[in-house]
């Protein structure tokens, strides 16, 4: 126990403060190598530090200059072609983007940013109302800061947990408003990364908004239904290339809901 626990805090130190990206980056795939430990492991090693280590994540979730840089680069190649077909539906009828595809098509393959957003996955799917209670605060605290960056990292973050944590935010009555902000806030928001994460990130959620949608009563407003669509249409004629295909798969996803709750 002992030795597990300066493991952890020297892999949790690396991830806070260690300058070499490289490092941050190994450090952060052992958390997704833990959880998947089936023997008892994760429970010792990791529960007593979910609250550090879920912030160190999404810590990690935040552009680098770097890709930055590279994604601008290619979406300047970019900007005379057709919205990539090959984001509409996949051949198993699935629109809903995984993780690992949020942000298909730049010049960037495997980050920190992408490790930190499927480790934090990982996790929350296997912790769920803990990592809930552990990060929320601080997802909220970023969705207010001035950086576009840091918000975005944070509409990531909250795409991150919808397969763990979905029911954990629907019982503390958190999903309906910040959807909305996601919608109303984010989705008109001048950079175009912000708007493309959040396309992305209401997919995630569009069986909730689905549902809610199939309660109401025949020819009753749509309380989330009606402006996230409008959304999704504004975002598909987008000047950026990047947030037109975000857009229509996540139209396509939305749809694939709807039809299913009917």
Same mark, same amino acid.
């Given at each position: 126990e002992a030795a597990a626990a300066e493991l952890m805090e020297a892999l949790l130190?690396?991830?806070? %403060? +260690?300058?070499?990206?490289?490092? @941050?980056?190994?450090?952060?795939?052992?958390?997704?190598?833990?959880?998947e430990n089936d023997e008892g492991i994760a429970d010792r090693v990791l529960k007593p530090y979910l609250s550090r280590l879920t912030l160190a994540l999404l810590n990690g979730m935040v552009y680098s200059e770097d890709e930055l840089t590279a994604l601008e680069e290619e979406q300047e190649k970019n900007s005379q072609q057709d919205v990539n077909p090959a984001l509409m539906p996949q051949a198993d009828g699935s629109s809903r983007g995984t993780i690992q595809d949020e942000d298909e098509g730049g010049g960037v393959e495997w980050t920190l940013r992408k490790c930190s957003a499927s480790g934090l996955d990982r996790?929350?799917?296997?912790y769920k109302q803990d990592v809930v209670d552990a990060l929320l605060p601080h997802i909220q605290a970023k969705l207010r800061d001035e950086d576009w960056k840091?918000? &975005?990292?944070?509409?990531?973050?909250?795409?991150?947990?919808?397969?763990?944590?979905? &029911?954990?935010?629907?019982?503390?009555?958190?999903?309906? +408003?910040?959807? @909305? %902000?996601?919608?109303t806030v984010m989705l008109p928001a001048p950079q175009p990364f912000l708007r493309?994460?959040?396309?992305?990130?209401?997919?995630?959620?569009?069986?909730?908004?689905?549902r809610q949608q199939s309660q109401l009563s025949d020819n009753a407003p749509g309380h989330l239904l009606e402006p996230m669509v409008s959304g999704f249409l504004n975002c598909m004629r987008d000047n950026s290339? @990047?947030?037109? &295909?975000?857009?229509?798969?996540?139209?396509?996803?939305?749809?694939?809901?709807?039809r299913v709750e009917e």
């Open positions: 130190w690396t991830a806070e %403060h +260690d300058p070499d990206y490289d490092l @941050k980056l190994k450090a952060c795939e052992c958390w997704t190598t833990l959880c996790i929350a799917t296997r840091v918000q &975005e990292s944070a509409v990531l973050a909250m795409g991150a947990l919808q397969e763990g944590c979905e &029911e954990g935010l629907i019982a503390r009555n958190y999903l309906d +408003d910040f959807l @909305k %902000h996601l919608i493309s994460i959040t396309c992305w990130t209401l997919s995630r959620y569009a069986k909730y908004v689905a290339t @990047k947030v037109q &295909e975000a857009a229509a798969s996540a139209m396509c996803g939305l749809e694939e809901e709807a």
